[in-house]
């Protein structure tokens, strides 16, 4: 008996990192890093669970702050002892004892340390104003008037807007509101996706304030909303799966396709109320088909779920999250899924 348990004692460990980190069959055992690279590509490389980003490198919550540590033209080794990367070479156990010393690592001026996932596609996604609560728009300033009574501004134009705030700086963003959200399980209306028109900056505080045009992308007219200049949102995403079961479906695509691939901006009915944060990465599902069964008296067969994907949430609203499709294997449709991965 003693034998069996010290067995397990020994093999706890290892079937723990086993269901942790799974190396993939095809896993070089060393990458030379290459600029476009990012963290989760190279994580992918070697591991099927590209989420476990952080474990994968053996790294603690202090050291994942800090982007700034791989480069291009770094070689990434793979342990298959740990079941980790490490950029430092495995070396042969020695001979004789060998005297360590200290290195200082020469890293190129022109280096830029890669990130953890690609930011090309969600950088104008974290500036805008995306999603808005139907509460907040009662609030909200609002264009009312335009200098001569111009139906549509553009840039360098005059506008005049009620219940500006004199508290909340001089720049502003406008918008108008575009497509209302609804929960697909309870009904709830979540809010509006807005549509983001220019920029406005502030001339003269009044009631109405007095603002001019600095840079219109769409055309902008009387109705339309103003919402503080957004800034501060974090650009170093680690992702991460939720400590917390949480259960979302797809409730809108970005630009108003029913489907959607990688790289792809989809909305979730799931927001910060509900426990998501930037970074939390879910699996996509598939709803499983009903195969009719003959016979009255013998029920249909439900198939499991399909998973297909992957997502990562890096925009996060009360009610809402806005998140990027960074895997997928069949085209994202709207309700499908997006739970924990596993």
Known sequence: MRKIISLICLLLPILASA????????????????????????????????????????????????PHWIYPGDVVYLDRNTGQLTVNAPAP????????????????????????????????FLGRPLAVENEELESAPKLVGTYEQRQLLSANDVAYAQNMPTN???????????VEFVDPDTDEVLGQEVLYLGDASVEKFGDPSTLRITNAVLEINKGDYFAQAASG????????APQNQISAKVISIYGGVQQAGQYSVITLNKGRRD????????????????????????????????????????????????????????????????????
């Not at 909340?168 to 575009?178: E, K, M, S, V």
């Not at 016979?295 to 499991?304: A, D, E, M, V």
């Not at 997502?311 to 069949?330: D, G, H, I, P, Q």
């Open 168 to 178: 909340q700086g001089l720049q502003w963003q406008i918008y108008r509101p575009n």
């Open 233 to 240: 949102y974090a650009a170093d995403f680690v992702p991460h």
């Open 19 to 66: 269901d942790v980190l799974q190396i993939r069959e095809d896993a070089p055992d060393r990458y030379v890093v290459v600029k476009g690279d990012t963290l989760w590509d190279i994580s992918s490389r070697f591991f099927r669970d590209p989420w476990k980003w952080p474990e994968i490198w053996a790294l603690n919550k202090e050291a994942i702050k800090d």
């Open 275 to 342: 426990g998501v944060e930037a970074g939390h990465v879910f699996a996509l599902y598939q709803k499983g088909e009903v195969l009719k069964t003959k016979g009255w008296f013998t029920p249909n067969i439900n198939l499991p779920d399909m998973r297909y994907g992957l997502v990562m949430a890096f925009r996060v609203f009360n009610k809402v999250s806005y998140a990027l499709v960074l895997e997928t294997k069949l085209p994202v449709q709207l309700l499908d899924s997006a739970r924990n991965p596993e």
């Open 93 to 124: 156990p020695p001979a004789d004892p060998v005297k360590l010393e200290p290195k200082i690592r020469v890293v190129a001026q022109n280096s830029e340390a890669i990130p953890a996932i690609s930011l090309n596609t969600i950088r104008p």
